[in-house]
């Protein structure tokens, strides 16, 4: 596997959340709220057509209502619309989304699963997920998740399948001031390999990584 198109993944200018909600402790407020506190500095946008706004963030009523096209995308809709969506995203330009949203499993999920990454293929989409936490990226202040502690800011990249595992060493480290270049929950692991995370999560300026499942 390649590493095209993560640098939209890990140093996206603009975000769009698919699937904001102003219902307290859902997924998409969550998110829509790390979003907002996070301190990112590029443009954050939301697509629901229930709301005006969440979290402070722009709601948007489609993908084609968005005002720019946005780097990367986070899904957090129920899992028989992630495939039109990935296609939507991919035909407006964006080229990178992180898909929290569960329920890609056996049967009819796997189908699902299938249907989103042919959706993808056509634009080189970068998928990360299903099932997953998240990506946050401590330095550019970019908490693309659903972790309820924002991490600190430092040097270590660390890599996960699971989000529990991600949340258990973002509170274990935070608590020592052990702080991160990079925090990604692989999930389902649809469309991804260990491979591209080396080359870009490592060199002079990001010396240590670590992966595990």
């Not at 709301?51 to 990367?72: K, M, N, R, T, W």
């Not at 989000?163 to 274990?172: P, S």
């Not at 480290?173 to 990079?182: E, L, V």
Request: aromatic share 6%; hydrophobic share 45%.
């Amino acid at each position: 596997m390649t590493i095209r198109n993560l640098d939209h993944v890990f140093k996206p200018k603009s975000v769009v959340l698919i699937g904001a909600s102003q219902t307290r402790a859902s997924v998409g407020n969550v998110v829509a709220r790390n979003l907002s506190n996070g301190g990112f500095q590029g443009l954050v946008l939301a697509v629901n057509p229930k709301y005006q706004a969440v979290e402070g963030i722009p709601c948007h009523a489609d993908i084609a209502s968005l005002p720019s096209i946005p780097d990367l995308a986070i899904i957090c809709t129920p899992p028989a619309t992630v495939p039109g969506i990935v296609g939507a995203l991919g035909a407006r330009g964006t080229r990178a989304a992180v898909v929290i949203t569960t329920g890609f499993g056996q049967g009819a999920g796997a189908e699902l699963k299938q249907a989103m990454l042919e959706a993808a293929k056509p634009f080189l989409l970068r998928l990360i997920g299903p099932n997953c936490l998240g990506v946050m990226v401590p330095g550019i202040g970019l908490n693309a998740s659903f972790s309820h502690v924002n991490p600190v800011p430092g040097r270590l990249a660390f890599i996960a399948q699971s989000g529990a595992i991600v949340t258990a060493i973002v509170d274990w480290a935070r608590a020592r001031g052990i702080g991160f270049s990079h925090l990604v929950s692989l999930g389902d692991m649809a469309a991804w390999s260990r491979s591209p995370a080396t080359p870009t999560l490592s060199g002079p300026s990001l010396p240590s990584w670590s992966a595990t499942t």
